[in-house]
């Protein structure tokens, strides 16, 4: 497909930073009301009107894909349409309270997180639910920390995690942040949990899990009632990370598979929109027995009455307040809209988009059957350069090399956004970026508003802020 | 279901474009007969019953959930703490919304999201400037998760041997809690320091604060919303005991009140969603700067200046080692997914209103309470404020008869205050119920 990115700017640089358009300084002891020693001396900011302000972010908005731009078959993040509606319910000024008003005057507030915790224990066959985890890291902190204090209360001290190697980075780094050591899982021939290694990696040590299902190559894990049972055996809880829910719902649910713990990305499974990296939310589900752990304060129903309440074991609070409240709307408007049949369209239309996309590529992929998302392999090219050169193909490239054990990998994930002549144009930004010569990889991207960027000198001398660009002159 | 166009199918989500003869077409393509067939689950976990949601239309949604929250009362809020609401000008709103923002994925492709990069280098540098300290991540959840790490990265850096974090008496107490869970796991442990008329008790503090001591926690404003005035005796007593000084403060308060780094603060946390986020329920923006020394220690994402092949200045996502999707278990922190869009909308805010504006509105944030508290002193049995300090947005207010009675009075006539026990309560004002302050005092003087 055709496609020139804006670029705005000059010689030297694109569209200016705000301080170099103007900035003012002003005298603060002078113009605070406070005395001067509890003040600073002065402060400088940039001084854009509105106007100016107002095309400044216009531009630097059109120097930015999104969604709506196209796809985005970025794998194990999601990135489907995100309904319009969804801010506006959102954005409902009755709604926009402080989260220290008494529950009494919230009655509407409370009776939204009652009902998006129903919704979500539905879909994950849990028993109970906390929204509070503001991303699915968070989720998986609160998850972890749920799990340690479950085994604290039978007095069962318990050291390890165990992580496959093909685990998103933040399992690790969330089993480690919750105390744990992590036990890494080496990968089976097939792609999926190696039944020989996990027996050799759980023991009474074990105090957790944490797997993804389907996997980070798209496939189901089809031993897990046994793997549950493994772990289970052993003391351990199973904990579901929800990176992938989007291949299952309404089909399959983790609290059916033996899943006694698990995250929904509600930015990714109910399209709620990334912003540039965030604001996601991470709610956690648990089994009964569980529950009784989970943040506080909790939500509940009482004669038509909504209340918070603490339950009585919790882990304590792992945010501020609620969470990350307008996400949790527009997650609540999603599901609503689509409802138990929508919702297993939605999956079923993921992994036929995944299946056709690739279908039409002219790319190994060596791992099947694959659901919502599958890794195809660039072979002897580098991965990352034709990801470069298909960006010249008007398409968003899909995840580069991960997971790890498939070499030069590309995980593509369509989602069901995309119809079938989006797809066959994005295959065919697959397949042309595959055919073109080592210099045109090279010299990708040139359709984009700046050519390939040097990642390699920003790391090795940081220029972190718009100071330390001054410095440097 | 009820709305009309091509997508209103009985069955079926209305956001995959699929048409039937599409959906035919593709599936012949793969070779399979229905996309049931492409689902490789065991019939053992299979789900075969009903989720029991009931699909409805947009409009049906908007009417449901405009009657939901219809049912929340309609009460002016004079409450703050660790949340406070400032105006937000529609431009954020209007910017904010663009499509390419808000649905754009965190930059991983550089060289096709200069945009959304160059926005969130422009709110590290306005940070940056705010705080003095040349190293700000492009966000954190929260103030109370900003602590959180910050307290970790305490327990990571070399020159720090302690493995104590000293808070105030007086915290949130959900950061407290939030803390507590970001420490679990470490070798670090959480102690308190009093406090002395609402400030920081600096001899009470310089007695705690010992070689054993790992973070030296302070806020400006205080959680009562008192201005702190030894900040740099603080910053003293800290470097003294080998240990890092971390500010709690916001956006609008970095705009007049002292310097974190001309105090000796090491990392500053806080509310960055003070500008830029209505009141959402206490969703935030975590701000967090550090020392150029702590570079490596940071959590979370941060921009970096480059240049691309054409010799143009560009933005890219840099450090990325520190990260979890690199170092995984070695990683500075586990967040991936932050706050970016609320960062986007906080650089809008801030630089919509320029250094007189901030400075204009953190002076009425110092003026508004203090003339509410005059007038709430005025009333018999009413004294304010308790603490003889400057205040900022807010104060406590003793009152003879019983504090929850009186906010329950308040309530019944719209008003919400905050109660901090038998005979105190807490009154927050901003630019936003600024012109409600009357109405509160009456409200009071019938209360009473």
Known sequence: MNHDQARYGDDDRYEPLLSETGTATVDVDEASPLPTDLTRDELELPTSSEPELSRHYTRLSQMNWSVETGPYPLGSCTMKYNPSFTEDVAADPNAAVHPERSEETIQGTLELLAGLQDYLARIGGMDAVTLQPPAGAAGEFTGIHVAKAYHESREDDRSEVIVPASAHGTNFASAAMAGYDVVELPSGEDGRVDLDALEAAVSEETAALMLTNPNTVGLFERDIVEIADMVHDAGGLLYYDGANLNALLGRARPGDMGFDVMHYNVHKTFATPHGGGGPGAGPVGVRKELAEFLPRPRVREHDGEYELYDPERSIGKVHGYQGNWLVLVKAYAYIARLGDTGLEDASAKSVLNANYLAEQLEYDIPYSPFHHEFAATAGDRDAADVAKRMLDYGVHPPTTKWPEFVPEAMLTEPTEAENKTSLDDLAEAFNSAMADSAEELAAAPSKTTASRIDQATAAREPQLSWHALDDEE | ?448
């Open chain 2, 1 to 448: 279901m009820t709305d009309a166009g091509r997508h209103e199918r009985a069955d079926g989500t209305p956001y995959a474009p699929h048409t039937s003869e599409e959906t035919a077409a593709m599936l012949d393509a793969v070779g399979a007969d229905s996309e049931a067939e492409l689902f490789d689950v065991p019939d053992d976990v299979r789900f075969d019953g009903n989720l029991g949601i009931e699909p409805r239309s947009e409009r049906e949604l908007r009417a449901e959930l405009s009657s939901m929250f219809a049912r929340n009362d309609d009460l002016t809020e004079f409450l703050g703490r660790d949340h406070h609401s400032h105006y937000v000008p529609s431009v954020v709103d209007d910017l904010s919304q663009r499509a390419e923002f808000l649905t754009s994925y965190t930059q991983y492709q550089p060289e096709i999201a200069q945009g959304f990069l160059q926005v969130l280098f422009e709110y590290q540098s306005l940070i940056a400037e705010l705080t003095g300290l040349p190293v700000a991540n492009c966000s954190m959840y929260d103030a109370a998760t900003g602590l959180g790490e910050a307290a970790r990265l305490a327990g990571r850096v070399r020159s720090v041997s302690g493995t104590r974090v000293l808070v105030p008496e007086r915290l949130h107490e959900n950061k407290r809690a939030v803390l507590d869970n970001y420490v679990d796991g470490t070798d670090l442990e959480v102690a308190t320091y009093p406090m002395d008329d609402g400030n920081v008790d600096v001899d009470a503090l310089s007695d705690l604060a010992d070689q054993g001591t790992a973070l030296v926690y302070v806020e400006n404003p205080t959680v009562r919303g008192t201005i702190e005035e030894r900040l740099a005796d603080v910053g003293a007593i800290t470097d003294e005991a080998g240990a890092l000084f971390c500010l709690g403060t916001d956006t609008v308060a970095l705009g007049l009140l002292e310097e974190p780094e001309s105090v000796g603060a090491d990392i500053v946390v806080g509310e960055a969603d003070a500008l830029g986020m209505p009141t959402a329920y206490g969703m935030g923006l975590g701000l967090f700067a550090t020392r150029e020394s702590f570079l490596r220690q940071v959590p979370g994402r941060l921009v970096g200046a480059s240049e691309d092949t054409s010799g143009r200045r560009t933005y890219t996502l840099t450090l990325q080692t520190r990260e979890q999707h690199i170092r995984k278990e070695r990683a500075t922190s586990n967040i991936c997914t932050n706050q970016a869009w609320v960062a986007l909308r906080t650089a809008m805010h801030l630089a919509w209103l320029g250094p007189d504006g901030l400075v204009d509105l953190g002076s009425q944030c110092v003026q508004e309470a203090t003339s509410l508290a005059n007038e709430l002193n005025d009333i018999q049995g009413v004294r304010a404020p308790v603490h003889d300090r400057h205040h900022f947005r807010e104060f406590v207010v003793r009152t003879d008869q019983p504090a929850p009675a009186i906010a329950e009075d308040l309530e019944a006539s719209g008003h919400a205050v905050h109660v901090v026990d038998e005979h105190l309560l807490q009154v927050c004002v901003t630019d936003v119920n600024a012109a409600e302050t009357d109405a509160l005092v009456d409200a009071f003087e019938e209360a009473i």
